[in-house]
């Protein structure tokens, strides 16, 4: 079955729930039941952080080293010096959110405008 | 906040906290999700995705590397059974996400089904930023204060997303390339300041190296072995610094 396989208003919206909500929010759904009995102060506590975290990291390697859209047309050692010197400035300068980004993207778009 | 500790406050949430939540509207995690669905509205409108179905899609899948995999999918005519497989796999993160976040944000009494419902709106940046602000919010009001982040962040994607569909907005490469950008490196930072042990730090460091490593050898599980992989690497790392420390 495809995205234009039937002729409703409704096969898209259905589509759109099965495909990608249902597959999404089930996990979710799963933690709240596995959460249940475990006591806050528990090292499972710790794993699940420890992974949690690692998940994301990965995401975050995926947006830049195999971008989708327009951030794919830009050289990947652009990419990966941008995010490192914006990371790098980050932890020199008090571990402020908003130097990290302001030192990503000026490596990100100064690296591009000299290109 | 004297109230954190009473009695009669357990149980029973604080929901003066929902307009402090939704007050962060105007905050920076806010800001770049915004931009990082203004994004996704042009990239869903050149896929042929629907106005209404894109206002549809953005509050009730939420999260949003499922959206661009439902998205990419369509564009590129793959079935319903093979999405789903997809999407189901690099959402796994739900899971270890949902359950490091109950703890935080739950009271003695909080019904499961409350949970479950107000689980549907955890995704990184509502649960990156409301971990973050958690530890200065009374236990009674995290929940009220994540409720009223994501709902409002929900809103103000969908518009966003909706409106660049609309407009056919065709910003220059560059724009849209660092609006793209600003989702990683704002993962990034803040999921630093948001750990609370350094075997965290450790576990990003080590899911952020072998998610590109995993990538050449199982493409579409990549994220899942080094979430996986990392993050018992990590926890090892922690257990064995903490019997060390205690000897």
Redesign the interface.
Known sequence: ???DSFDTALW??V???????L??????????????N?D?GS?W???????????????????????????A??PFYL?IS??LI??AA??AMG?R??I??LF??LA??GG?AMM | MSTQDSPDSHGVYDWSWFTKGAAQLFSLPALILVSAFIGFGGLAREAGISLWQLIFMVPSIWALPSHLILVAGIAAGVPLLAIIPAVALAAVRMLPMTMAFIPEVRMPRSKTWHLLLISNMIAITAWMHTLQKAPAIPRNGRLPFFVGFAGILMVATTCAAALVHQLAASFPGYVMAALYFLTPIYFATSSWNTSRVPAEKLALVLGFCMGPLFFMVVPQANILFAGVIGGFAAFGFHKFANRRGSD
């Open positions: 079955m495809y995205f898209p919206y589509f759109i729930l099965l495909g990608a909500s597959p999404t929010a089930i996990w979710r759904w799963i933690g709240v039941v596995l959460v249940g475990i806050d090292q506590l710790v794993l699940v952080r420890c992974v949690s975290t690692a998940l994301v990291a990965a995401v975050i390697a995926q947006l830049i080293f195999e971008p989708s859209g327009a951030l047309s830009f990419r941008a995010a914006g990371f980050f932890l571990r959110l908003f990290g980004i990503g993207e990100l778009l591009y």
